[in-house]
C-alpha cells in the first residue's frame, strides 16, 4: 500500500495512532493508521491543496474522524471495488442459472 503524502504521514504520525487507539477502544481493531490517513486524503482533502493545509486544520481533521464515517466510507469503497461476478463465484453463478432453467418448464 503506498501512503500518499508519506513525508506529512510521518509528521502526523502521533495523532494518527491516538485516533488508532480510540477506534480500538471502540472496538474496532482492524483499523489501521494508514486506512485513517487514506480515508482523510481521499475525502476530507480530497479538493483541498494538502501541502497548504496548516497543522492544526490536519490534526483537527484526524480528530473529528468519527468511527460511523470510517466505515461508511470504507463500505462504500469496498462495494465500488468488488466484482460480485468474480471467479471465485462462477460455480455458484451457474449453479443459480442452472437452477432457474430447471425451474422453467413447470
Not at 470510517?70 to 453463478?93: A, C, P, R
Request: proline share 2%; aromatic share 12%.
Amino acid at each position: 500500500m503506498t501512503i500518499e503524502y508519506e513525508h506529512l504521514f510521518q509528521k502526523f504520525l502521533p495523532a494518527l495512532i491516538s485516533k488508532r487507539n480510540e477506534f480500538k477502544m471502540q472496538g474496532y481493531k482492524m483499523v489501521t493508521v494508514q486506512d485513517i490517513w487514506g480515508i482523510c486524503v481521499k475525502k476530507k482533502w480530497r479538493k483541498r491543496n494538502i501541502q497548504t493545509l496548516h497543522a492544526y486544520e490536519i490534526v483537527e481533521d484526524l480528530f473529528s474522524l468519527t468511527a460511523a464515517q470510517y466505515m461508511t466510507y470504507s463500505q462504500i469503497e469496498e462495494s465500488k471495488t468488488s466484482n460480485w461476478f468474480s471467479v471465485l463465484n462462477q460455480d455458484e453463478l451457474q449453479l443459480l442459472l442452472h437452477q432457474q432453467e430447471q425451474k422453467e418448464p413447470l
